[in-house]
């Protein structure tokens, strides 16, 4: 008898999360490598490919799980009501792996802030919204506690640039920019951080998450994508925001976070957190 065609579709798409996997393990173990010989800057370009291999297999798995995921004509993933390119996005790959770290600093004192203000067992979505706006109005009166909320922002904002200066020489700001000037303890950095990322995404391709949890990575790269905080990040790196269109920024983020949250909430129909 002839497999149906959507259980073929998810076997191929666990097979290319496996293969995703194993090559991030191979991409890291050379980075290691280099790493060893002081070859930095191929050896951080090559951690990051580890990364965005991690993340591809990630939206893999992903579709495994959701009945309703296909592949595109055009090569694209189409899951969860909208489509995802594993084989060509490298920034949607790094937002798949460094957005949820994101949401939970953000989360973390968020929840907090809730349990202090409502007895256990009441929570609800408006106590959440209500929640997120003050911690933002909070992040925007101190400065340094923003910088600290989305620091895995500012490194998702830069990435795909440094990872570029990793692999080729480059002329900026009147010298010569060579692969070798990299420095070797941002190298240990990354190696340390994609390490624990693919051992992570290995369990979640044995093991799974609890449910429901799984669909915390299509949300944060949602919501990441609607409030537009990579590109505020990358302008932030370079300089181009002054202390007052910052906090401008903040708030005009902060109002787009609260009507995705307020849509997250119609749309799931959720009475209690």
């Known amino acids: ?14 097979s ?6 194993e090559n991030a393990e191979s991409l890291l173990f050379d980075s290691q490598v280099l790493y060893g010989n002081r070859s930095f800057g191929h050896d951080f370009a090559l951690a990051v490919l580890a990364e965005e291999e991690c993340g591809k297999a990630t939206i893999m798995w992903l579709a495994t799980l959701d009945k309703t995921a296909r592949f595109t004509k055009d090569r694209k993933v189409w899951l969860g009501g909208r ?7 490298h920034p949607m790959k790094q937002t798949v792996q460094l957005g949820p770290s994101f949401l939970l600093n953000l989360q973390e004192p968020v929840l907090k802030g809730i349990q202090q203000e409502q007895q256990p067992g009441t929570l609800n979505p408006i106590a959440m919204i209500s929640s997120v706006d003050k911690y ?8 340094e506690r923003l910088l600290e909320a989305v620091k895995p922002l500012i490194e998702l904002g830069g990435l795909e640039p440094e990872k570029q200066s990793g692999l080729y020489v480059d002329f ?9 000037g990299f420095l070797g303890s941002r190298c240990q950095e990354v190696i340390e951080r994609v390490s624990k990322e693919v051992e992570s995404t290995r369990n979640r391709l044995r093991k799974g998450l609890p449910s429901g949890l799984e669909g915390i990575f299509p949300m944060v790269y ?9 590109e505020f990040t990358k302008k932030w790196r ?16 902060k109002a787009k976070l609260i009507v995705s949250l307020q849509e997250l909430v119609r749309k799931h129909k959720l009475e209690s957190i």
């Open 1 to 14: 008898m002839m497999e149906p065609h959507g259980r073929r579709e998810e076997r191929l798409m666990r």
């Open 136 to 143: 933002f109005e909070q992040l925007i009166a101190h400065p």
């Open 172 to 180: 900026s700001k009147g010298k010569i920019v060579k692969p070798s």
């Open 222 to 230: 949602s919501l990441i994508e609607q409030i537009e905080l990579v």
């Open 16 to 21: 290319l999360a496996e293969a995703a996997l």
């Open 238 to 253: 370079a300089g181009k925001l002054s202390p007052s269109r910052t906090q401008r920024e903040v708030r005009r983020m």
């Open 83 to 89: 489509s995802y390119e594993p084989f060509a996005s």
